[in-house]
């Protein structure tokens, strides 16, 4: 009983949390007129009163989870929280079923940015601030989940830190308590948004949609406030300003934080993960463009380089934005840019996938066991950097990354089950499991995915939060041991 009523207390509390992240988008409604202030006060009534509910009865119980109530709670905060924020779309679009507002706010606070939403341009604009504003909330809370929530569950925060970035990030380079680390990550997300905000208004956009897509770009999420995505403002500079800053979203914010407060780039050069991804994807931009020149997609090399880096570095980043109708492209390169997504984002950044240094780790591994097989009798471990890594983390890894490839086999073959057609239901699955937004065919950039039946819709939305919480803080819970004392 006890736990249950933790378990409502900290729901409660994430109730009143976007409760108040409606004030926003009430006020925008309000100012500029744009016809469904009361949708956003009914709704922010309705969270207000369901947190308050559940928050202010439990107030004084002691706050302690078991690790099965923590996993638990993370299941029910990413699942549960989705019905609530659902409310301001419920009422200010009458048409929208609850199934496509769940899916919608599912794709904003996993920051997935698939929509099935048809005509943004003329969408109210504080329904357009509230799916941007979700993403940027959730991205933050993404790396939060790393060294906050992590803890609550048995597994230190810092240690989980230090594993998953060994080379650049030591525990000196931190603040030695989870708040302060969160607090200081918190600053440097925060404060990189706001460059980008200036950035994006400086290249040529209103501030409106400056704030929107810096949201959308530093989080990862992809949530645009047109139909035609980035495609809409057909601006060298702004795609310039987008690419540079996904980029810098999807590196480990804590090599963000080591190098702005030693004011050096040093920390960059010596992240083994930040260096991986920048060749793979940076050198994957200059082979897009040349197939695209070698087929005749553009007329010169340059065009196709600004075309391909910037649809490129927003699928591998696992943002979501687009360009270009890269479904139209010779199928290599829309099929890499999704592969890409799988394996490109730094752990600690807010992207999804396997994650960079989980790519490493299994690389070095395979490297490792043909030495091995050469030289039998040598004991080498492995390193990144100067760090040794366990065999616990390295049977880990490939715990993980087994469960990843059999979960998108189930999916596709859910949505193949369904009707679907392959390329669709292949694409959907892998954009929906990484977070990467826009798939191909059917779920291209040119049209989104409002094409799929609930079914369907559903299956994209467990496949959205399935890989969000990386797999394990759900599968977890249908181990019949887990639960055994």
């Not at 419920?90 to 996993?110: G, Q």
């Not at 380079?173 to 990189?192: E, H, M, N, S």
């Not at 087929?295 to 380089?305: H, N, R, S």
């Amino acid at each position: 009983m006890r736990v249950f009523l933790t378990l409502v207390h900290v729901l409660g509390l994430v109730a009143l949390g976007f409760s108040g992240l409606m004030t926003t988008c009430l006020l925008t409604s309000y100012f500029s007129d744009d016809g469904v202030t009361q949708a956003f006060f009914d709704a922010m009534v309705i969270a207000f009163g369901v947190g308050a509910l559940m928050f202010l009865p439990t107030l004084k119980m002691q706050k302690k989870l078991s690790r099965q109530a923590g996993f638990m709670l993370v299941a029910m905060t990413w699942s549960l929280s989705p019905v609530l924020c659902t409310l301001p779309l419920l009422f200010a679009l009458p048409s929208l079923s609850f199934i496509d507002a769940y899916f919608e706010i599912m794709s904003a606070l996993t920051t997935t940015g698939a929509t099935l939403l048809v005509g943004l341009d003329t969408m109210p604009m504080s329904i357009n601030l509230w799916r941007s504003e979700l993403n940027w909330i959730a991205g933050m809370g993404i790396i939060i989940f790393a060294v906050a929530i992590l803890p609550m569950l048995g597994i230190g925060g810092m240690q989980l830190y230090k594993a998953e970035t060994p080379g650049s990030v030591k525990e000196s380079d931190l603040p030695p308590r989870i708040a302060q680390t969160a607090k200081a990550l918190w600053t440097v997300y925060a404060g990189i948004t706001f460059v980008c905000i200036v950035s994006l208004k400086i290249a040529g956009m209103s501030w409106f949609d400056a704030i929107c897509h810096a949201f959308s770009a530093m989080s990862l999420g992809g949530m645009s406030t047109h139909d035609n995505s980035v495609g809409f403002f057909n601006s060298l500079q702004i795609e310039v300003v987008l690419t540079v800053f996904q980029l810098i979203a999807a590196i480990n914010f804590a090599t963000h934080f080591v190098a702005i407060r030693k004011q050096s780039f040093k920390p960059y050069f010596q992240d083994m993960e930040a260096k991986g991804f920048l060749a793979l994807v940076l050198g994957s931009c200059v082979l897009a463009a040349g197939v695209l020149q070698y087929e005749g997609t553009y007329p010169d090399f340059w065009t196709a380089l600004r075309h391909a880096s910037f649809n490129l570095v927003t699928i591998a980043t696992d943002s979501g934005f687009a360009t270009q109708d890269f479904n139209q492209w010779p199928i290599f390169v829309p099929v890499w840019m999704l592969f890409l997504s799988c394996l490109s984002a730094s752990s600690g950044s807010t992207g999804g996938g396997i994650r960079m240094i989980r790519t490493i780790i299994l690389i070095k591994q395979a490297r490792l066991e043909m030495f091995k097989f050469i030289h039998p009798f040598a004991i080498r471990p492995m390193k990144i950097g100067e760090t040794v890594i366990s065999s616990n983390i390295i049977t880990s890894v490939m715990g993980f990354i087994f469960l990843y490839f059999i979960c998108i086999v189930i999916l596709v073959f859910a949505l193949l089950l369904t009707g679907l057609d392959f390329l669709t239901s292949f694409s959907a699955i892998i954009a929906c499991f990484n977070n990467a937004g826009p798939g191909l065919n059917q779920v291209g950039p040119a049209g989104n995915y409002s094409v799929l039946s609930d079914a369907q819709t559903m299956i994209c939305t467990f496949a959205m939060l399935l890989g969000r919480v990386q797999i394990f803080s759900i599968v977890i819970l249908f181990i019949p041991e887990f639960w055994r004392k």
